[in-house]
T-cell receptor, first 115, second 115 residues
Framework: SQQGEEDPQALSIQEGENATMNCSYKTSINNLQWYRQNSGRGLVHLILIRSNEREKHSGRLRVTLDTSKKSSSLLITASRAADTASYFCATDADAGGTSYGKLTFGQGTILTVHP | ETGVTQTPRHLVMGMTNKKSLKCEQHLGHNAMYWYKQSAKKPLELMFVYSLEERVENNSVPSRFSPECPNSSHLFLHLHTLQPEDSALYLC??????????????FGPGTRLTVL
């Protein structure tokens, strides 16, 4: 299976609800990143969490990282219709404390937020 | 929006055509990347350039030929493509390939259709 697998593959919620997406990976990482992609467009970086961090916040986003389980979660609180997009986690493999400069992406979670 | 531009945004070409995709970043970054995004597949890294030197060629067929004349510009030259090469081609840049914070900034992509 792929490094950086998201779960669920698709998520449909009502505006105002929280959305939680999970990501699992296989190898040691330097950091893990979450990106958003609106249909047919480029990816937008949301948040980066380093391997020695356990939780990070940015606005309505909360990311957790559990390196012992090789997993991460992205929580979007108080979702809005504008949050409708695909969300990808990407792992940056560990090269002795720095980066190989090579992100490995999962297949993504398609989030639909209904007004 | 992201400081990375790509042209053209859409391209339709026959299998015998030769065309080029262009990417330009206005962020002063040192590393640039080409990715391929096909339906139902994870984002695939194709090439990585660091300070205009190719540092990664991810087993990409020779019908795809990258060129990086300077740290702001990246091209992908296409010739004798196959219909299965139809995909969204994304360019990205980052400050430094080996940084511990390898956040990547993506362009909007070129939607390529090979007939």
């Amino acid at each position: 299976s792929q490094q950086g697998e998201e779960d669920p593959q698709a998520l449909s919620i009502q505006e105002g609800e929280n959305a939680t997406m999970n990501c699992s990976y296989k190898t040691s990482i330097n950091n893990l990143q979450w990106y958003r992609q609106n249909s047919g467009r480029g990816l937008v970086h949301l948040i980066l969490i380093r391997s020695n961090e356990r939780e990070k916040h940015s606005g309505r986003l909360r990311v957790t990282l559990d390196t012992s389980k090789k997993s991460s979660s992205l929580l979007i609180t108080a979702s809005r219709a504008a949050d409708t997009a695909s969300y990808f986690c990407a792992t940056d493999a560990d090269a002795g404390g720095t980066s190989y400069g090579k992100l490995t992406f999962g297949q993504g979670t398609i989030l639909t937020v209904h007004p | 929006e992201t400081g990375v531009t790509q042209t053209p945004r859409h391209l339709v070409m026959g299998m015998t055509n030769k065309k080029s995709l262009k990417c330009e970043q206005h962020l002063g970054h040192n590393a640039m990347y080409w990715y391929k995004q096909s339906a139902k597949k994870p984002l695939e890294l194709m090439f990585v350039y660091s300070l205009e030197e190719r540092v990664e060629n991810n087993s990409v067929p020779s019908r795809f030929s990258p060129e990086c004349p300077n740290s702001s510009h990246l091209f992908l030259h296409l010739h004798t493509l196959q219909p299965e090469d139809s995909a969204l081609y994304l360019c990205a840049s980052s400050q430094d390939r080996s940084s511990s914070y390898n956040e990547q900034f993506f362009g909007p992509g070129t939607r390529l259709t090979v007939l």
